[in-house]
């Protein structure tokens, strides 16, 4: 027979097999030698006490043999001369809408405007090393899409969208560590995601699919409501009558390509702050509560969220054990984000700390219309730039110092690799921005004792939490209403937050193509 039961147990214990099953064996009143096999299936960690606790669930296997479930029953077929559809972007959303159009005996042919997964890293080299970024080669754009270089968290409260482990066991198939599908928040770390990221391609392209690098997507042809064409950067015309539009949230030219030929999109919300890193050895002890956090403990993250007179003040992409990353687009912006690579093995943790936006905030910026919120991030990523004088250096403060209103004379170095400058955070965002995030901030340390502190380093700014636009579609076709074949996707059509959502975005498009 096969059993469920849950277990907590001491984190040095989680792993160590002879101790569970004499622990399971004297809880359900058996004999040790009669259960089989313990299989991990959920996996957490509470550390609201002193005493840390590892939350399991586990299937026991008593006088019954285990057999290992293959997960993977997904049967591909060779589609090169069947139907052919267009996706633009080989992001999350992208790559899994080919998967899953491969499944349904149908051909995707992405179109990516930036490079393939091993050569845009020397474009990352160049904004760290020069201060240069390829605005078609970065680390928004490129193939795997901005989660490739960002973290790779695979958390997502999108359950209900889709089906989640389907996308946790393509990633397995594809060499993610089969821990994903057990932890409570899963991570793959950005020195793996490559790796996963063209094991994915190599599939689309064995069985018929195309991935095509360096061609971005300059226009659209509409003929009576229709698609009917796509134009790429070097003159090439595609006739198509689908195409699934996974650009993600940076893909600004395109907002302005469809606004300009008046395809509806819509002004949608989005959060920006400021990204914030503390040293991991602080957040352990603050988390962990003790002073030096055992070898069978992760790096501690934290995840904090409040209301300030009527906003939403949040951590966004925590990063344990990670580095703050450079992630501007354009050569005259600013913006960070973080990572962390797989072992989460860095001295330092960061998180984005960021406010809600409404409608109201963008008045300024009405005559833009839909594009008032594309208009009022570019504002704070361009007089970032400026005020770090022309360079990717992040402007930065002590934490304590922004709570005072003070420059701070030195900033110590941070895993930010373009380097900082000292500057007054406040100068960078309006005034109801920098109120609410001194609030949100002195009530996260009521909650985080330790939390403010100048060993705390504030970098400005983060500004692409989410997408500022929405395009959208019909609920059942999921093609734009005015436009057949056009399907919006993902991120940069507003439907999606991260890996996860953005690749059962991708395959629920597929589906309906």
């Not at 687009?329 to 960070?336: A, C, D, M």
């Not at 991030?377 to 007089?383: A, F, G, H, P, Y």
């Amino acid at each position: 027979m096969i059993k469920k039961i849950s277990l907590q147990v001491t984190p040095e214990n989680s792993d160590n097999k002879s101790y569970l099953i004499k622990n399971i064996a004297n809880r359900l009143s058996i004999k040790s030698k009669n259960i089989d096999h313990i299989e991990i299936i959920k996996r957490s960690i509470d550390a609201r006490r002193k005493i840390i606790k590892i939350n399991l669930i586990v299937n026991v296997y008593i006088n019954q043999k285990f057999k290992p479930k293959n997960d993977n029953h997904i049967k591909y077929q060779d589609v090169s001369q069947k139907e052919k559809v267009i996706i633009i972007g080989a992001g999350p959303a992208g790559l899994f809408a080919a998967l899953k159009l491969i499944q349904n005996g149908k051909c995707p042919i992405i179109f990516e405007r930036g490079k393939d997964v091993r050569n845009r890293r020397r474009d990352l080299v160049k904004i760290m090393r020069e201060n240069t970024i390829n605005e078609n080669s970065n680390y928004c754009f490129g193939e795997g899409g901005a989660g490739t270089y960002s973290d790779g968290k695979l958390y997502t409260r999108s359950k209900k969208r889709g089906d989640v482990n389907e996308i946790l066991n393509l990633l397995v198939d594809h060499g993610a560590d089969s821990d994903i599908k057990v932890n409570a928040h899963p991570h793959i770390g950005t020195n793996k995601l490559p790796k996963i990221i063209s094991s994915i391609r190599n599939t689309i392209e064995k069985y018929g699919g195309k991935i095509n690098f360096n061609s971005k997507l300059i226009d659209i042809t509409i003929e009576k409501n229709q698609i009917k064409s796509i134009i790429l950067s070097n003159g090439t015309e595609i006739c198509t009558k689908k195409i699934i539009l996974a650009t993600g949230h940076s893909a600004r030219d395109i907002f302005y390509l469809l606004h300009r030929k008046n395809i509806k999109i819509e002004l949608k919300t989005f959060a920006v702050g400021v990204r914030i890193e503390h040293p991991q050895k602080l957040i352990d002890k603050i988390q962990y509560k003790t002073n030096q956090r055992s070898d069978y403990l992760p790096a501690a993250s934290y995840s904090l969220v409040k209301q300030i007179n009527n906003r939403g003040v949040y951590s966004f992409c925590m990063c344990p054990g990670g580095v703050i990353a450079p992630c501007a687009t354009k050569n005259n912006e600013i913006v960070t984000n973080g990572w962390s690579p797989s072992q989460r093995n860095y001295p330092t943790a960061n998180s984005g700390i960021v406010i809600e936006l409404k409608v109201d905030d963008f008045k300024k910026y009405s005559s833009f219309g839909p594009l008032a919120g594309v208009e009022f991030q570019k504002n704070i990523e361009q007089k970032a730039y400026k005020l770090s004088n022309d360079s990717q250096r992040a402007p930065a403060q002590k934490l304590l110092d922004f709570m005072n209103n003070k420059l701070s004379k030195d900033i110590p170095k941070t895993s930010y690799i373009p380097g900082t400058i000292s500057t007054n955070i406040s100068d960078i965002f309006p005034k109801f921005i920098i109120s609410t995030l001194k609030k949100g901030l002195i009530e996260f340390d009521k909650q985080m004792k330790g939390y403010l502190t100048n060993e705390a380093i504030v970098h400005a700014p983060e500004t692409r939490t989410s997408s500022p636009i929405r395009i959208p579609r019909d609920k059942k076709t999921l093609q734009h209403p005015d436009v057949k074949g056009l399907f919006p996707c993902g991120e940069g059509a507003g439907y999606a937050g991260g890996i996860m959502s953005a690749a059962i975005d991708g395959i629920k498009c597929a589906k309906m193509c």
